[in-house]
């Protein structure tokens, strides 16, 4: 079936410095990826989603690439801020799918 | 604008107590409703979804039930809560299909069951 995986549950790191947390999908039919982000006692919203064009979206200096040869959505940043601190979720639904199926969640905490 | 609205906030129930937990969406017609929760310290899961009035489609079985008597409103319930119940339930809508639209969640209510 349908699988996310985050391998990381824990990110920690320094203000300015670049983040980068991993996503990895097993998908049937053809995919949409996305990343939502969780700020203490916040409901999840979405960051990003992946195009069906393979542009590479973006949004609050974040982005992600889908690569499909190796079943990827990373998340990326090139300097983390203190206000980054966050939940993440990489989360996958299949073309013709009512179900979003959510990774693990990877916790980032950006340092001072 | 849309707004989304779930109720109550918190709940402190004693196991084998019921339940009801609500959620209306106002600013948009006919949307596409999902029940959510998250296990403290979990990842979400999806428990149902609905896309119109009176049709509801369970994804995980959970010992809980879900409705929606209104176009707006989606209400989750269960007649003898479960210890393994306690969690966070977010209510969520897209506007299409769920494959490649954007979910847009409520504040959650958060759930002990002692």
């Known amino acids: 079936g349908d699988s996310v995986t985050q391998t990381e549950g824990l990110v920690t790191l320094t203000e300015g410095l670049p983040v980068m947390l991993n996503c990895t999908y097993q998908?049937?039919?053809?995919?949409?990826l996305f990343w939502y982000v969780q700020h203490l006692n916040e409901a999840p919203k979405l960051l990003l989603k992946?195009?069906?064009?393979?542009k590479r979206p973006e949004h609050q200096g974040f982005h992600a690439t889908l690569h499909k040869s190796s079943s990827s959505f990373h998340l990326q940043k090139s300097s983390a801020q203190l206000s980054d601190s966050a939940l993440y979720y990489c989360?996958?639904?299949?073309?013709?799918?009512?179900?979003?199926?959510f990774g693990s969640g990877t916790q980032l905490t950006v340092m001072p | 604008a849309q707004t989304i609205h779930q109720w109550p906030v918190a709940e402190i129930k004693a196991v084998g107590s019921p339940l009801s937990l609500g959620c209306t969406i106002k600013?948009?017609?006919?949307?596409?409703l999902y029940w959510y929760w998250q296990a403290t310290g979990g990842t979400l899961q999806q428990l149902f979804y609905?896309?119109?009035?009176?049709?509801v489609e369970s994804v995980v079985q959970l010992n809980l039930s879900a409705s929606r008597p209104k176009d707006d409103q989606f209400i989750l319930s269960t007649e003898k809560l479960l210890l393994s119940h306690s969690g966070f339930y977010l209510c969520?809508?897209?506007?299409?299909?769920?494959?490649?639209?954007?979910?847009?969640f409520g504040s959650g209510t958060r759930l002990t069951v002692l």
């Open positions: 969520a809508w897209s506007l299409w299909g769920a494959s490649a639209e954007t979910l847009y």
């Open positions: 998908s049937t039919y053809s995919p949409f």
């Open positions: 992946s195009f069906t064009d393979n």
């Open positions: 989360a996958l639904s299949s073309s013709g799918s009512w179900q979003l199926i």
């Open positions: 600013g948009k017609s006919s949307p596409n």
């Open positions: 609905s896309i119109t009035v009176g049709q």
